[in-house]
């Protein structure tokens, strides 16, 4: 096993085991001592208008696609999950999360894999004569078993070796299967006649280009600041508004269209009871249900803290601590209850979760510093409005929809709408996701890229065989689930870590991998885990454990290089020691 060089706060090296001395919940402590100062200024600081389109915009973006999900799993597990239990575990995840976590910012709810993974034990155990909701109730108390043990064991210390190169390539899965559902939902128009299979598909791609359009007319120079603000918050909203009731225009009102399958509020779409009687199964089943536990685990364990870190990413000068133990620990307590009542458990969200933090940017313009732009004007990311309301407020919105004229207005939404939502967000995830703007740099007419473009300073080939491996990855993720071994695909998301870690660096010089990867988040975010890592001479793995100011310049702290860190922290520990003398 590679051993790890350790900068431990007193400024003293250790070389050790990378699990010698656990220091059971300190992390959790930790997590809960750095992030409770900033508690009441969570809601105090809420009092900006930057909350009221990132409210909007996450319900609309949240309970959509979960929308969509429970209509994927009421087809493939029999009618079990209907409407209901996805938004209602949706509204157990935010409360939870906006009122308890150390991460606010990360917005939690019905996801693709959490989907693919239940409709897959589905087909797995129903053919035994195995009850599916007892079944899966002991599957979530198992893994909140689980998640507990990971949290007071630190074992999200681990984090911090997760680099770009593992959330984007599980970015570009998550997006492919938005792709994939709007796809799959298209296709199950055509129940309905030719007629209406047509409409669906005209009215989800009318969603994707205006939604999409109105982000990118969001983002240009077009129309005054005040309208494209207005674009960028409220487009995709609206969209989807105005096409839920386009059918009902001219000709098209005597078409049709496919819409969700609807209960009657607050009530389970089987019909069943609200809490699962999960002492009525065998014993035998009970046991039979730990290693899909694990495997639940290490999908949620992955998925969320990749979802945690993407939304405090190193293009957000965030200022509060993060906590990644703590939030592990709640998410074994909604993944329990959820299985108690027979929810579909909820995690953290990609693309929502960023998407939420990047709707609460102030931005500012600033003269670009570059030779080749001299002149133009940017716009930068001036700060983050961190607070708890507008994930708080968009759970409580979810709840409003379960109440009986809320979903009667649901009644009315056609699919297609939800098909169309899905290829914004799968489209939109796509496009900032690092492996597509590594394709299109080796697409791109080299003569035409910027001369201080970092992947023209490194050998073309090996940004060719990075995105190869990267698309290997990707595609196999993505090839698995389309198979009855999808259970399994956790398994091969967390190999990516061990790859990337362990093997690449024997693959690469350090110079290629620091063009070609980066930390996914600040040494601030990961402060919870420990600090950054990096390769440096000898190729030794070095972790960062430090405390930082949060009143510091977040974004110097950005741009500081791994070497400069380390030896500033080399330094500190010198100071340290001199002092001390």
């Known amino acids: 096993m590679a051993t790890i060089t350790t900068v431990v706060p007193n400024g003293r090296n250790t070389t050790e085991d990378p699990w010698y001395r656990i220091h059971w919940f300190r992390g959790m402590i930790n997590d809960v001592k750095r992030r409770a100062p900033y508690y009441w200024s969570d809601f105090t600081d809420a009092w900006d208008y930057r909350v009221v389109p990132a409210t909007v915009y996450m319900y609309f973006a949240n309970i959509l696609p979960g929308l969509a999900f429970s209509l994927d799993m009421y087809e493939k597990t029999g009618g079990s999950y209907g409407v209901n239990e996805c938004l209602l575990a949706s509204v157990l995840g935010s409360m939870v999360f906006s009122l308890l976590a150390a ?150 009102k005597s078409i049709e269209l496919e819409k969700l399958p609807i209960g009657k509020a607050f009530t389970t779409t089987p019909g069943r009871e609200w809490f699962v009687r999960f002492w009525e199964i065998e014993t035998g089943d009970i046991f039979l249900a730990i290693p899909f536990a694990v495997l639940l685990t290490v999908l949620f364990y992955f998925d969320h803290n990749v979802s945690s870190l993407i939304a405090q990413g190193t293009e957000f000068p965030l200022k509060k601590p993060a906590g990644f133990h703590w939030d592990i620990f709640l998410l074994g307590i909604t993944t329990g209850v959820c299985g108690l009542f027979g929810l579909p458990a909820p995690n953290g969200l990609i693309p929502q979760a960023p998407f939420h933090t990047a709707s609460l940017c102030v931005t500012r313009k600033v003269a670009d510093e570059n030779e080749e732009n001299k002149g133009k004007v940017e716009t930068v990311v001036d700060h983050v409005v961190e607070q708890r309301v507008s994930n708080l ?3 409580l919105l979810t709840l409003g929809t379960m109440t009986g004229p809320l979903l009667r207005v649901l009644e009315h939404v056609p699919q297609a709408v939800m098909a169309g939502l899905f290829f914004v967000m799968g489209l939109e995830a796509l496009v900032g996701n690092g492996m597509t703007l590594k394709l299109l740099f080796l697409a791109k007419d080299k003569g035409l890229t910027a001369v201080s473009h970092p992947l023209r300073k490194i050998d073309i080939k090996a940004v060719w065989w990075f995105v190869v491996i ?16 999808a259970v399994g695909f956790p398994v091969f998301i967390f190999a990516l870590i061990p790859i990337r870690v362990l093997l690449m660096p024997k693959w690469f ?37 430090h405390t930082l100011n949060p009143n510091d310049d977040i974004m110097e702290r950005g741009a500081m290089s791994l070497g400069q860190e ?12 001199r002092g001390s003398n």
């Open 393 to 395: 407020l968009q759970g």
């Open 509 to 545: 010089k350090p110079e290629e991998l620091g063009a070609l990867d980066e930390a996914t988040a600040s040494p601030f975010t990961l402060e919870s885990c420990g600090g950054t890592w990096g390769t440096y001479e000898n190729s030794t793995v070095v972790s960062s454990a």
């Open 103 to 252: 991460q606010p910012l990360c917005i939690v709810g019905v996801t693709g894999p959490i989907t693919v993974f239940n409709y897959t034990v589905y087909n797995i155990i129903t053919p035994r004569g195995t009850p599916y909701f007892e079944f899966m109730c002991w599957i979530c108390l198992w893994s909140m078993i689980m998640h507990a043990l990971l949290a007071i064991s630190n074992a999200s210390n681990h984090v911090k070796w997760v680099t770009r190169f593992s959330c984007d390539i599980f970015g570009f899965y998550v997006a492919f299967i938005y792709l994939q559902k709007g796809i799959q939902i298209l296709e199950v128009q055509y129940r309905g006649g030719d007629a209406s299979a047509y409409l669906s598909i005209a009215i989800s791609l009318l969603v994707l280009i205006v939604g999409y359009l109105a982000g990118i007319l969001g983002e240009s120079t077009m129309f005054n600041h005040t309208t494209r603000v207005f674009l960028k918050d409220y487009g995709t909203p609206l969209a989807v508004i105005f096409f839920s009731g386009f059918q009902y225009m001219g000709k098209m």
């Open 566 to 577: 380390k030896d500033a922290i080399e330094e500190a520990g010198s100071s340290r020691k």
């Open 470 to 485: 990267e698309l290997i990855g990707f595609g196999s993720t993505f090839a698995i689930t389309q198979t009855i071994a």
